[in-house]
Structures are given as structure tokens and as C-alpha cells.
């Protein structure tokens, strides 16, 4: 009988260990392992976890940058934060504000990461042990936002996968 009881708290112990999927959107999810604390603040999913936290919402081309509206250049602007050449190509007002958007993240040390025509641009800052993830799919833009160590960042970035 005890050893029934001890089997039984042990397998939900570690079923409660495991990994979980947070589906981002019908093409891609996020593997993440169970949070202590899920919370829900505006338009921001917060999972808390033991040593990092973890931010996730959908870009809204009309309140990312407030006072301006990105409605059909969201993907190109989001591009021009990691990409110079991308920058570039903007109007010279929106090339102003794009490289101090990037400034204000600090946007340092790109990494770039395609799912079929999913792309991935990302950034960790160890001085704020902070990193930003953006996932630009056809038709959203994910933001996500760690704050941990950079291996926990990186893991992240390795758990966004295609949905089977």
C-alpha cells in the first residue's frame, strides 16, 4: 500500500516536471517545462519559472510603438531592428525610429533562425541578463522576452518549433 502511495506521488511529481507545449499560433509552439506561476497582465503571457521568466505576446502593429501605426510594414520594421540593410530601406523617419528601438533593447549580437518561411531574430544582453525574441510568421509577429541566464535564452530559441 505504501509503495502504491509513493509510486503515485512520484508519477505525478514527475509528470508535473515535464515538459509542456505553449502553442503560439496553428504553425509553431514553444516547448517550455512547467512553470510555478502562469499570469496573464494586459495583453502579456507571463510563465514564471524557478530561475527565469519568460514573456510572450503578439505584436500589434498599431500599439507596438506608441503614436505611430505599423499596419503593413510591421514585418519590415521588425526585420530593421536586426538588419541594417533592412533599415535601409525605409522611409528616413521610420529609419530614425527603427534604430532607436534598437538602441533601446539593446539590440546586440543577432542570431537569426528560419523554420520553412518562419524567421527567427533574436538578441540576449548579459548585462541585463535579458533577451528578445521575435517570430515573424505570414500573417503575426511573436514577441517574447526572457529574463535569465543566456542558456536558458538559448533554450528557448532551440524549443520554437513547427507544430506537427
Not at 502562469?38 to 514564471?48: C, D, K, P
Not at 520594421?77 to 525610429?97: G, N
Amino acid at each position: 500500500m505504501i509503495r502504491t502511495v509513493f509510486t503515485l506521488i512520484f508519477f505525478f511529481w514527475a509528470t508535473s516536471l515535464s515538459a509542456q507545449e505553449l502553442i503560439l499560433s496553428k504553425v509553431i509552439k514553444l516547448n517550455v517545462d512547467s512553470p510555478i506561476i502562469i499570469s496573464h497582465v494586459s495583453e502579456t503571457l507571463v510563465l514564471t519559472f524557478e530561475d527565469n521568466k519568460l514573456l510572450h505576446e503578439t505584436l500589434d502593429p498599431q500599439k507596438f510603438i506608441p503614436a505611430v501605426d505599423l499596419s503593413g510594414h510591421e514585418h519590415q520594421f521588425i526585420r530593421s531592428l536586426f538588419e541594417v540593410d533592412s533599415r535601409m530601406k525605409l522611409p528616413a523617419w521610420l529609419q530614425v525610429l527603427s534604430e532607436e528601438i534598437a538602441n533601446s533593447f539593446p539590440i546586440q549580437n543577432v542570431q537569426q533562425k528560419s523554420i520553412d518561411d518562419i524567421t527567427i531574430f533574436s538578441s540576449y544582453n548579459k548585462e541585463e541578463a535579458h533577451g528578445i525574441v521575435f517570430v515573424l510568421e505570414a500573417q503575426v509577429i511573436h514577441k517574447i522576452e526572457v529574463f535569465g541566464q543566456q542558456i536558458q535564452f538559448q533554450n528557448v530559441i532551440n524549443k520554437i518549433v513547427k507544430r506537427s
